[in-house]
């Protein structure tokens, strides 16, 4: 069975820093593309980056560049989002995605003094 | 950034036919097709179809996709109350090399 599980998600106050983690299981993970999804409360979906199966290739959504960082560890099967100097718009859940196939269940993260 | 254009609701009866569109630009629907996810709240985004042709398995044949020029479209026929959901509709940007949403429709079924 196939499962994304998200986790490293909370309460942050505005500039701080969250690194969420996303542990696949039931699939071949090295040979998945990798993404990371949001959605704001009361907002639609949002692509926020991706990662290629090895780990080489990276890209972002203009509203993170800089900010965050997606990497992942092939040895564990785990799927990572360091997120840095956080505002309120980083406000969401946080979804992991393979490919678009497989979806987790979210992880909320909140930024708020 | 820019983005794909959905209209934000759309309404059919029991049994019809919606179709959902999604617009876009040359650099991305114009020159593949779009990737369109379910989403009912409170429950992960399920894929349902990939670029307009893969179908994942479990998917209804209730759904097609189709594109004409920048415009993507999710047809769903034989509507039930469990397509009652939010649509969004995705695609690579070859501009921007990013993956970019729609902002998605809320189909509704009466």
């Known amino acids: 069975e196939v499962q994304l599980v998200e986790s490293g998600g909370g309460l942050v106050q505005p500039g701080g820093s969250l690194r969420l983690s996303c542990a696949a299981s039931g699939f071949n993970f090295n040979n998945y593309w990798m993404h990371w999804v949001r959605q704001a409360p009361g907002k639609g979906l949002v692509w926020v980056s991706h990662i290629n199966g090895d780990g080489t290739i990276t890209n972002y959504a203009d509203s993170v560049k800089g900010r965050f960082t997606i990497s992942r560890d092939n040895t564990k099967n785990i799927l990572y989002l360091q997120m840095n100097n956080l505002t309120a718009a980083d406000t969401a859940v946080y979804f992991c995605?393979?490919?678009?196939?497989?979806w987790g269940q979210g992880t909320m993260v909140s930024v708020s003094s | 950034q820019a983005g794909l254009t959905q209209p934000p609701s759309v309404s059919q009866g029991l049994g019809q036919i919606a179709t959902l569109t999604c617009t876009g630009n040359s650099d991305n629907i114009a020159n593949q097709g779009a990737t369109w996810l379910q989403h009912h709240q409170g429950h992960p985004p399920k894929l349902l179809l990939y670029r307009n042709a893969i179908r994942p398995s479990g998917i209804s044949a209730r759904l097609s996709a189709s594109t004409s020029g920048k415009t993507a479209s999710l047809t769903i026929t034989g509507l039930q109350a469990e397509d009652e959901a939010d649509y969004y509709c995705s695609v690579w940007d070859n501009s921007l090399s990013n993956w970019v949403f729609g902002g998605g429709t809320k189909l509704t079924v009466l």
């Open positions: 995605a393979g490919a678009f196939d497989f």
